[in-house]
């Protein structure tokens, strides 16, 4: 009787799991870091995770970095894409779950692009009086790594320029320098890469005038009080993907080579523009 | 040129003329009208559009949202075609009428002047920086590549944010009134072709009267009038009356015509007459001595018998020619009461018989009642003469009609008969003495109508003869008291 009893506990703890498990999926915020316009791709990575993990997974997209970093900080997401800035400023609420590999390096740059018309600009001293386009006040690339760049050249970015203003997305920056409704823009190297292998028609109505300094890539992130068991789960599914042929298939649709863990010093570039962005 | 041209064309012509400028002006209004109707269409639609986007464009003007302004302007210009072509340009400007952001970045760069991009805009630029209201409006001018549609961008409060411009090229509505050109050329065509036979065949039946009288009025004097008669317009409006004119006119000529002839005829009666009257008298009065020559010679000549039967040879040779030549010369004679019924009733005493040998019947009507001051003896020869005549041209079991009344003022004797027809050329001769000697059916002396004729012209009256297939009237008109 008691074994019967047991085995019925065991089955409703069993049952009760399964309905926790549908009932509580990974929740993983993303950002314009990479481009997740792409409906289709996410679908597929989500399905991938879901075989791995055994668990539901549901991305999150917020119209910008701040949104998401939010959602993290407020442990309302389980893991992000997000940049390094909202990174190195909230880590008390977050910790580094794995790095992507581009090129062989967890490292990206900054691009300073320009209307391909344009043959002459070849950094931002020649853009005065121009119109600029940065993505997001939360980026590396396309924000802190030029303001600290025009701080290296002193210039004052607030008044180099006539005018500037976030498209909120790297992809947009190229769109907005590509039909000329800004003369130069901040786009994050890996993305504007990728375009031109996505959609080579509209980034060669750009040029790249200026590449900044390496920098840690922007990491994927978990909410500090995530449980361990998950967050190594979530580790070694990304850093495996790169090991099966439909995770090689999703990283080659993310041109990206892979991902491996991180160490916050990789960050260093990174923490420098932040200290050299809040002394200015 | 245009004079010379017959109006067999010039009605036809005219009529098609006149069918082809109302359609031309009609098509010409209506695409006029389609051409306004698809600027009032696109302007409306554009206007929907704006009050669209100026809606969606407060929040990114309130928060300077470039990115997002530039995505909300290109928005509803999906087609690339359309957006590179330029044909319609939405154009954002700021508090200050600066341009904030166009679908066209590079034409229109961002915190210029609208004066920076074309002549057009520069002006453009200026009327929306010189007006006070901010009611949506439109301007266009001619030489323009655009139709603008100007409407503000306005804060929930009513503050005024920025100006939206929509620039639609004409190009845009061109299609569409193409589409309506086509369709009003259609059915221009259509209207056309139905109209145009009709207006020519409408011309041509009012042009044919006309031709014909003028065909006919070139033909006066050369065919026969009773030819030129037939078929002439009988329609009440000016043709009509124009045909009834020159009926008018025809008939005149033909009474003119018979009149010369007449007078023709009494002019040579009258020459007759008085050569008649001269051979009588020089005739009658050698005559008159030889008479009295072989009377005398009879009377105290002693002659033998020889001579006696030669004389009275001669006298009866000369008592022959002086019956003939008074026959000629008709003379008035002097002793004659006055006409009274019983006179005329005489003479159908003295017909009667003849007519009942042909077994012909004689309608007759006396009105006379009281004596009338006309010499009886003419009268009655004259009535004598022409009733012989009637029961003489009679057919067998024919009519013969007589009525004699007073009329106007004179006496009216007239004698009918259902005989053959006079011929023309005898009619041409009918009193002359001995003109119908030739002719075997009238008989007689050849003097009666002759005598007639002098009779009624002593008296100062008339003779007309009327000769139809029916039958032949000779009416006599006496007047009375002359």
């Known amino acids: 009787m008691r074994r019967v009893l047991r085995a019925l506990l065991i089955c409703a703890a069993l049952y009760c799991g399964g309905v926790a498990a549908a009932a509580d999926p990974i929740r993983i915020g993303t950002t314009p870091v990479f ?17 791995r993990l055994g668990r539901p997974v549901r991305f999150v997209q917020r119209g910008s970095y701040r949104e998401i970093t939010d959602l993290v900080r407020q442990d309302r997401l389980d893991f992000a894409w997000v940049c390094s800035p909202p990174y190195l400023r909230n880590r008390d609420r977050m910790v580094l779950a794995a790095v992507p590999v581009h090129l062989g390096k967890p490292l990206y740059q900054s691009y300073l692009i320009v209307p391909a018309s344009d043959r002459s600009t070849a950094g931002f001293a020649d853009l005065r009086g121009k119109v600029y386009a940065y993505s997001d006040p939360d980026s590396n690339s396309g924000w802190l790594a030029p303001q600290a760049a025009m701080q290296l050249e002193r210039i004052d970015p607030s008044r180099h320029f006539k005018k500037t203003f976030f498209t909120w997305a790297h992809k947009k920056v190229v769109e ?3 039909v000329g409704l800004a003369q130069g823009g901040s786009v994050d190297g890996y993305v504007w890469e990728t ?22 890539f922007p990491p994927i992130v978990a ?26 298939g999703l ?24 200290k050299f962005y809040q002394d200015f | 040129m245009l004079a010379n041209l017959k109006y067999h064309y010039k009605i036809p012509l005219s009529l098609i003329l006149v069918i082809a400028v109302t359609a031309l002006v009609v098509s010409g209004t209506l695409t006029l009208r389609a051409y306004q109707d698809a600027k009032r269409e696109l302007v409306t639609s554009v206007l929907g559009l704006g009050k669209v986007l100026s809606r969606t464009l407060r929040p990114a003007l309130l928060h300077d949202e470039v990115w997002q302004a530039f995505e909300t302007v290109i928005t509803p210009l999906d087609s690339r075609v359309e957006r590179r072509a330029g044909e319609r340009l939405i154009v954002v400007l700021d508090r200050r009428h600066q341009i904030y952001v166009a679908s066209s970045p590079e034409r229109f760069p961002m915190l210029e002047r609208l004066a920076v991009v074309d002549a057009e805009f520069g002006e453009l630029g200026r009327r929306i920086a010189g007006r006070g209201s901010d009611e949506p409006f439109t301007a266009e001018e001619t030489g323009w590549d655009y139709i603008h549609v100007v409407m503000p961008i306005l804060a929930q409060d009513g503050a005024r944010l920025g100006t939206l411009i929509v620039a639609s090229s004409r190009a845009l509505f061109l299609p569409q009134f193409y589409d309506a050109l086509g369709g009003v050329a259609l059915s221009t065509l259509a209207v056309l072709l139905v109209l145009l036979p009709i207006g020519w065949y409408w011309g041509r039946r009012m042009a044919e009267p006309l031709e014909y009288l003028a065909e006919s009025m070139t033909k006066v004097g050369r065919e026969p009038i009773e030819e030129l008669r037939r078929g002439l317009p009988r329609s009440g409006d ?25 007078m023709l005829a009494s002019e040579r009666l009258a020459a007759i007459g008085r050569l008649t009257a001269g051979i009588s008298h020089e005739i009658n009065n050698p005559l008159g001595g030889m008479l009295n020559a072989i009377s005398t010679y009879k009377k105290h000549g002693s002659g033998d018998a020889m001579t006696m039967k030669t004389l009275s040879l001669l ?15 008709v003379e008035a004679r002097l002793e004659s009461h006055a006409l009274t019924k019983q006179d005329i009733e005489d003479a159908r005493t003295l017909v009667t018989p003849e007519a009942q040998e042909k077994s012909a019947q004689l309608l007759w009507s006396n009105e006379i009642e009281e004596p009338l001051p006309l010499p009886s003896t003419q009268v009655r020869q004259i009535l004598l003469n022409l009733l012989l005549n009637a029961v003489a041209a009679v057919e067998h079991r024919g009519r013969l009609e007589c009525s004699i009344a007073r009329v106007n003022g004179s006496l009216r004797m007239a004698i009918a008969n259902d005989g053959r027809q006079i011929s023309r050329e005898r009619m041409d001769h009918l009193y002359e003495p001995f003109a119908a000697q030739n002719d075997e059916a009238a008989g007689g002396s050849g003097l009666g109508l002759w005598v007639t004729y002098q009779l009624v012209q002593q008296l100062n009256g008339s003779i007309v003869a009327d000769s139809r297939p029916t039958g032949t009237t000779f009416t006599v008109d006496l007047p009375i008291g002359a």
């Not at chain 1, 481009?35 to 075989?51: H, K, N, T, V």
């Not at chain 1, 160490?263 to 523009?273: C, T």
């Open chain 1, 223 to 248: 909410r500090r009080s995530i449980d361990p068991a998950t967050l190594s789960a979530m580790q070694e599914l990304l850093i495996g993907m790169k090991d099966d042929a439909e995770g090689r």
């Open chain 1, 35 to 51: 481009l997740d316009d792409q409906a289709s791709f996410l679908a597929a990575w989500q399905r991938y995770m879901e075989q």
């Open chain 2, 315 to 329: 006298e009866r040779g000369l008592l022959q020619i002086r019956e003939t030549v008074g026959a000629l010369l």
């Open chain 1, 195 to 216: 375009l031109a292998v996505l959609h080579p028609e509209l980034t060669q109505k750009t040029r790249v005038a200026w590449k900044s300094p390496w920098y840690g």
């Open chain 1, 251 to 274: 990283l080659k649709q993310l041109n990206l080579d892979g991902y491996e863990r991180a160490s916050e010093r990789l960050f260093d570039g990174v923490q420098q523009n932040l």
């Open chain 1, 176 to 178: 907005a320098v590509a």
């Open chain 2, 238 to 262: 000016e043709i009509g009356m124009l045909g009834a004119g020159f009926d008018r006119m025809l008939h005149e000529l033909e009474e003119k015509k018979a009149m010369q002839k007449q």
